[in-house]
DNA sequence: TGTCTACTTAGCGAAGTTGTTAATTAACTA
DNA sequence: TAGTTAATTAACAACTTCGCTAAGTAGACA
Protein backbone atom coordinates (compact mmCIF):
# COMPACT_ATOMS: atom_id res chain seq x y z
CA UNK A 1 0.00 0.00 0.00
CA UNK A 2 3.06 2.80 -0.15
CA UNK A 3 1.93 3.96 -3.56
CA UNK A 4 0.81 6.82 -3.90
CA UNK A 5 -2.75 6.27 -5.90
CA UNK A 6 -3.41 3.66 -2.91
CA UNK A 7 -2.59 5.85 0.15
CA UNK A 8 -4.68 8.65 -1.44
CA UNK A 9 -7.91 6.08 -2.19
CA UNK A 10 -7.07 4.50 1.15
CA UNK A 11 -7.54 7.98 2.89
CA UNK A 12 -10.56 8.70 1.06
CA UNK A 13 -12.03 5.18 1.81
CA UNK A 14 -13.50 6.40 5.58
CA UNK A 15 -16.70 9.29 5.48
CA UNK A 16 -15.36 11.09 8.20
CA UNK A 17 -12.18 12.10 6.34
CA UNK A 18 -14.09 12.91 3.38
CA UNK A 19 -16.42 15.34 5.26
CA UNK A 20 -13.13 16.88 6.28
CA UNK A 21 -12.22 17.40 2.64
CA UNK A 22 -15.85 18.75 1.88
CA UNK A 23 -15.21 21.40 4.32
CA UNK A 24 -11.70 22.40 3.45
CA UNK A 25 -13.05 22.92 -0.35
CA UNK A 26 -15.73 25.68 1.14
CA UNK A 27 -12.37 27.09 2.61
CA UNK A 28 -9.43 26.72 5.38
CA UNK A 29 -9.95 25.59 8.84
CA UNK A 30 -8.60 24.72 12.12
CA UNK A 31 -8.41 21.33 13.54
CA UNK A 32 -11.52 21.82 16.21
CA UNK A 33 -13.16 23.33 13.18
CA UNK A 34 -13.21 20.27 11.75
CA UNK A 35 -13.70 18.26 14.75
CA UNK A 36 -16.51 20.65 15.32
CA UNK A 37 -19.64 18.14 13.25
CA UNK A 38 -18.10 14.81 14.30
CA UNK A 39 -19.14 13.07 17.41
CA UNK A 40 -15.86 11.35 17.77
CA UNK A 41 -13.00 12.71 19.83
CA UNK A 42 -10.06 15.09 19.34
CA UNK A 43 -7.48 12.57 19.13
CA UNK A 44 -9.80 10.53 16.68
CA UNK A 45 -9.76 13.59 14.34
CA UNK A 46 -6.42 14.23 14.89
CA UNK A 47 -5.81 11.11 13.51
CA UNK A 48 -7.32 11.31 10.80
CA UNK A 49 -5.87 14.80 9.56
CA UNK A 50 -2.65 13.09 9.74
CA UNK A 51 -3.84 10.16 7.65
CA UNK A 52 -5.26 13.02 5.15
CA UNK A 53 -2.07 14.80 5.53
CA UNK A 54 0.68 11.87 4.87
CA UNK A 55 -1.79 10.92 1.59
CA UNK A 56 -0.60 14.97 0.35
CA UNK A 57 -4.24 15.80 0.63
CA UNK A 58 -4.29 18.13 3.45
CA UNK A 59 -1.50 20.99 4.25
CA UNK A 60 -1.33 22.04 7.94
CA UNK A 61 0.52 25.29 8.63
CA UNK A 62 0.37 27.66 12.41
CA UNK A 63 -1.31 30.57 13.93
CA UNK A 64 -0.67 30.78 17.82
CA UNK A 65 -1.84 27.73 19.11
CA UNK A 66 -4.09 26.88 15.97
CA UNK A 67 -3.22 24.97 12.87
CA UNK A 68 -5.08 26.23 9.81
CA UNK A 69 -5.54 23.27 6.99
CA UNK A 70 -6.06 23.44 3.62
CA UNK A 71 -6.90 21.75 1.26
CA UNK A 72 -4.40 20.15 -1.27
CA UNK A 73 -5.74 18.70 -4.76
CA UNK A 74 -2.69 17.39 -6.36
CA UNK A 75 -3.93 13.78 -5.03
CA UNK A 76 -7.34 14.45 -6.16
CA UNK A 77 -6.24 15.18 -9.43
CA UNK A 78 -4.07 12.06 -9.91
CA UNK A 79 -7.32 9.82 -9.25
CA UNK A 80 -9.34 12.16 -11.59
CA UNK A 81 -6.18 11.13 -14.03
CA UNK A 82 -6.62 7.22 -12.96
CA UNK A 83 -10.52 7.16 -13.41
CA UNK A 84 -10.25 8.74 -17.38
CA UNK A 85 -9.58 4.93 -18.63
CA UNK A 86 -13.02 3.98 -16.98
CA UNK A 87 -15.02 7.18 -17.27
CA UNK A 88 -14.89 6.10 -21.18
CA UNK A 89 -17.31 3.21 -20.12
CA UNK A 90 -20.15 5.54 -18.43
CA UNK A 91 -19.86 8.76 -20.41
CA UNK A 92 -21.00 6.85 -23.75
CA UNK A 93 -17.41 7.18 -25.64
CA UNK A 94 -17.25 3.96 -26.75
CA UNK A 95 -15.39 4.62 -29.72
CA UNK A 96 -11.99 3.93 -27.97
CA UNK A 97 -13.22 1.33 -25.84
CA UNK A 98 -14.87 -0.87 -28.60
CA UNK A 99 -11.36 -0.62 -30.50
CA UNK A 100 -9.36 -2.00 -27.96
CA UNK A 101 -11.30 -4.67 -26.72
CA UNK A 102 -11.42 -5.18 -31.01
CA UNK A 103 -7.55 -5.37 -30.31
CA UNK A 104 -6.80 -7.36 -26.96
CA UNK A 105 -9.76 -9.69 -27.16
CA UNK A 106 -8.15 -12.42 -30.10
CA UNK A 107 -5.05 -12.19 -27.67
CA UNK A 108 -7.04 -13.95 -24.56
CA UNK A 109 -6.19 -17.28 -25.08
CA UNK A 110 -2.92 -17.04 -25.94
CA UNK A 111 -1.91 -14.76 -22.71
CA UNK A 112 -0.16 -16.10 -19.44
CA UNK A 113 -3.11 -16.50 -18.12
CA UNK A 114 -4.28 -19.75 -19.58
CA UNK A 115 -2.23 -22.17 -18.24
CA UNK A 116 -4.05 -25.67 -19.52
CA UNK A 117 -3.75 -26.56 -23.12
CA UNK A 118 -7.45 -27.18 -22.75
CA UNK A 119 -9.75 -24.63 -25.01
CA UNK A 120 -12.86 -22.94 -23.04
CA UNK A 121 -15.96 -23.02 -24.71
CA UNK A 122 -16.41 -19.98 -26.63
CA UNK A 123 -20.33 -18.94 -25.90
CA UNK A 124 -21.66 -17.45 -28.59
CA UNK A 125 -23.75 -13.78 -27.60
CA UNK B 1 -16.95 2.11 6.54
CA UNK B 2 -20.64 0.78 5.62
CA UNK B 3 -21.23 3.35 3.15
CA UNK B 4 -20.93 2.56 -0.42
CA UNK B 5 -18.52 5.15 -1.59
CA UNK B 6 -16.48 3.85 1.50
CA UNK B 7 -16.35 0.64 0.42
CA UNK B 8 -15.39 1.70 -3.44
CA UNK B 9 -12.33 4.08 -2.18
CA UNK B 10 -11.27 0.94 0.24
CA UNK B 11 -11.75 -1.45 -2.83
CA UNK B 12 -9.44 0.66 -5.09
CA UNK B 13 -6.88 1.35 -2.59
CA UNK B 14 -5.01 -1.75 -3.68
CA UNK B 15 -2.70 -1.80 -6.40
CA UNK B 16 -3.18 -5.62 -7.05
CA UNK B 17 -7.16 -4.56 -7.50
CA UNK B 18 -6.65 -1.65 -9.60
CA UNK B 19 -4.41 -3.87 -11.73
CA UNK B 20 -7.01 -6.65 -11.83
CA UNK B 21 -9.76 -4.07 -13.01
CA UNK B 22 -7.32 -2.74 -15.69
CA UNK B 23 -7.70 -6.11 -17.03
CA UNK B 24 -11.13 -6.44 -16.89
CA UNK B 25 -11.32 -2.89 -18.77
CA UNK B 26 -9.66 -4.47 -21.34
CA UNK B 27 -12.45 -7.32 -21.86
CA UNK B 28 -13.55 -9.96 -19.57
CA UNK B 29 -11.54 -12.70 -17.67
CA UNK B 30 -11.33 -15.83 -15.52
CA UNK B 31 -9.81 -15.46 -12.15
CA UNK B 32 -6.67 -17.53 -13.41
CA UNK B 33 -6.35 -14.81 -16.02
CA UNK B 34 -6.93 -12.35 -13.51
CA UNK B 35 -4.20 -14.22 -11.38
CA UNK B 36 -1.48 -14.69 -14.04
CA UNK B 37 0.39 -11.07 -13.32
CA UNK B 38 0.18 -11.19 -9.99
CA UNK B 39 2.65 -13.07 -7.54
CA UNK B 40 0.42 -14.12 -5.17
CA UNK B 41 -1.50 -16.96 -4.22
CA UNK B 42 -4.75 -17.80 -6.24
CA UNK B 43 -6.64 -17.87 -2.86
CA UNK B 44 -5.22 -14.12 -2.18
CA UNK B 45 -6.24 -13.16 -5.62
CA UNK B 46 -10.17 -15.03 -4.99
CA UNK B 47 -10.20 -12.75 -2.09
CA UNK B 48 -9.04 -9.45 -4.16
CA UNK B 49 -11.53 -10.33 -6.32
CA UNK B 50 -14.45 -10.70 -3.42
CA UNK B 51 -13.57 -7.43 -2.12
CA UNK B 52 -13.98 -5.75 -6.23
CA UNK B 53 -17.00 -7.92 -6.27
CA UNK B 54 -18.45 -6.40 -2.73
CA UNK B 55 -17.55 -3.25 -4.01
CA UNK B 56 -20.25 -3.78 -7.21
CA UNK B 57 -16.62 -3.76 -9.02
CA UNK B 58 -16.84 -7.04 -10.81
CA UNK B 59 -19.61 -8.98 -11.47
CA UNK B 60 -18.80 -12.89 -12.04
CA UNK B 61 -20.02 -15.32 -13.97
CA UNK B 62 -20.05 -19.46 -14.37
CA UNK B 63 -18.76 -20.80 -17.38
CA UNK B 64 -18.29 -24.88 -16.47
CA UNK B 65 -15.56 -24.45 -14.05
CA UNK B 66 -14.15 -21.30 -15.04
CA UNK B 67 -16.00 -17.81 -13.53
CA UNK B 68 -15.99 -15.18 -16.30
CA UNK B 69 -15.30 -11.58 -14.45
CA UNK B 70 -16.42 -8.37 -15.79
CA UNK B 71 -15.96 -4.63 -14.76
CA UNK B 72 -18.96 -3.09 -13.37
CA UNK B 73 -18.61 0.90 -13.38
CA UNK B 74 -21.63 1.95 -12.11
CA UNK B 75 -19.67 3.04 -8.57
CA UNK B 76 -16.83 4.68 -10.34
CA UNK B 77 -19.49 6.98 -11.49
CA UNK B 78 -20.47 7.59 -8.11
CA UNK B 79 -16.88 8.28 -7.59
CA UNK B 80 -16.23 10.50 -10.58
CA UNK B 81 -19.38 12.19 -9.11
CA UNK B 82 -17.73 12.88 -5.82
CA UNK B 83 -14.85 14.14 -7.54
CA UNK B 84 -17.22 16.97 -9.43
CA UNK B 85 -16.55 18.90 -6.93
CA UNK B 86 -13.00 18.98 -6.29
CA UNK B 87 -12.74 18.87 -10.17
CA UNK B 88 -13.11 22.75 -9.90
CA UNK B 89 -10.14 23.20 -8.27
CA UNK B 90 -7.86 21.70 -10.51
CA UNK B 91 -9.43 22.32 -13.74
CA UNK B 92 -8.94 25.90 -14.04
CA UNK B 93 -12.88 26.80 -13.49
CA UNK B 94 -12.41 28.88 -10.29
CA UNK B 95 -15.57 30.39 -11.11
CA UNK B 96 -18.04 28.79 -8.89
CA UNK B 97 -15.08 27.80 -6.41
CA UNK B 98 -14.22 31.50 -6.40
CA UNK B 99 -18.26 32.60 -5.46
CA UNK B 100 -18.09 29.79 -2.99
CA UNK B 101 -15.66 31.05 -0.94
CA UNK B 102 -16.75 34.56 -0.85
CA UNK B 103 -20.48 33.34 0.53
CA UNK B 104 -18.79 30.85 2.82
CA UNK B 105 -15.89 32.37 4.25
CA UNK B 106 -17.31 35.40 6.89
CA UNK B 107 -19.74 33.12 8.30
CA UNK B 108 -16.22 30.99 9.50
CA UNK B 109 -16.11 32.48 13.35
CA UNK B 110 -19.55 31.85 14.02
CA UNK B 111 -19.78 28.49 13.02
CA UNK B 112 -19.93 25.83 15.35
CA UNK B 113 -16.69 24.93 15.04
CA UNK B 114 -15.33 27.99 16.97
CA UNK B 115 -16.03 26.99 21.00
CA UNK B 116 -14.44 29.94 22.28
CA UNK B 117 -15.78 33.32 22.87
CA UNK B 118 -12.08 34.74 21.62
CA UNK B 119 -11.67 36.27 18.30
CA UNK B 120 -8.52 34.74 16.42
CA UNK B 121 -6.25 36.98 14.81
CA UNK B 122 -6.63 36.80 11.23
CA UNK B 123 -3.95 37.14 9.13
CA UNK B 124 -4.02 39.70 5.91
CA UNK B 125 -2.74 37.79 2.71
C1' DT C 1 -14.79 -44.27 -11.08
C1' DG C 2 -10.73 -41.65 -10.75
C1' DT C 3 -8.09 -37.68 -11.97
C1' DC C 4 -7.34 -33.17 -13.62
C1' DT C 5 -8.48 -28.20 -13.59
C1' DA C 6 -10.69 -24.02 -11.57
C1' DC C 7 -11.80 -21.94 -7.80
C1' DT C 8 -13.31 -21.24 -2.81
C1' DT C 9 -13.20 -21.84 2.16
C1' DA C 10 -10.92 -22.45 6.62
C1' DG C 11 -7.51 -21.35 9.75
C1' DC C 12 -3.38 -19.06 10.93
C1' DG C 13 -0.28 -15.00 12.00
C1' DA C 14 1.56 -10.37 11.15
C1' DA C 15 0.40 -5.83 10.55
C1' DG C 16 -2.58 -1.92 10.14
C1' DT C 17 -6.86 0.91 11.37
C1' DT C 18 -10.04 3.28 14.46
C1' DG C 19 -11.76 4.43 18.43
C1' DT C 20 -11.11 5.46 23.51
C1' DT C 21 -8.96 8.06 27.84
C1' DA C 22 -5.01 10.17 30.07
C1' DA C 23 -1.04 12.78 29.72
C1' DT C 24 1.80 16.21 27.29
C1' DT C 25 3.29 20.25 24.61
C1' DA C 26 2.76 24.92 23.14
C1' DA C 27 0.76 29.38 23.04
C1' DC C 28 -2.14 32.90 24.76
C1' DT C 29 -4.22 35.55 28.94
C1' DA C 30 -5.16 37.39 33.44
C1' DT D 1 3.06 32.61 37.62
C1' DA D 2 -1.05 30.08 37.06
C1' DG D 3 -4.85 28.89 34.22
C1' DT D 4 -7.06 28.17 29.72
C1' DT D 5 -7.26 26.70 24.98
C1' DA D 6 -5.54 24.04 20.88
C1' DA D 7 -3.68 20.18 19.45
C1' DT D 8 -0.71 16.07 19.71
C1' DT D 9 1.23 11.80 21.67
C1' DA D 10 0.99 7.48 24.34
C1' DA D 11 -1.12 3.35 25.52
C1' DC D 12 -4.72 0.21 24.96
C1' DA D 13 -8.66 -2.69 22.98
C1' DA D 14 -11.44 -4.25 19.10
C1' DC D 15 -11.51 -5.16 14.59
C1' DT D 16 -10.02 -5.61 9.74
C1' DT D 17 -6.79 -6.69 6.11
C1' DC D 18 -3.58 -9.41 3.62
C1' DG D 19 -0.60 -12.85 2.89
C1' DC D 20 0.18 -17.91 3.43
C1' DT D 21 -0.86 -23.31 3.33
C1' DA D 22 -4.10 -27.03 3.48
C1' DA D 23 -8.34 -28.77 2.48
C1' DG D 24 -12.78 -28.80 0.07
C1' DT D 25 -16.15 -28.23 -3.89
C1' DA D 26 -17.55 -28.57 -8.58
C1' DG D 27 -17.21 -29.52 -13.43
C1' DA D 28 -14.86 -31.98 -17.45
C1' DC D 29 -13.12 -36.04 -19.30
C1' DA D 30 -10.98 -40.67 -19.99
Known sequence: MSDTLSTTFAAL????RRSMLAQLARGEATVSELAAPHAISMPAISRHLKVLENAGLVVKSR???????????????RVDDWMAVYREFFE????????????????????????TPRQRKEKRS
Open 13 to 16: ADPT
Open 92 to 115: GRFDRLTEHLKTMQPDRDTSAGRR
Open 63 to 77: DAQWRPCRLEVAPLR
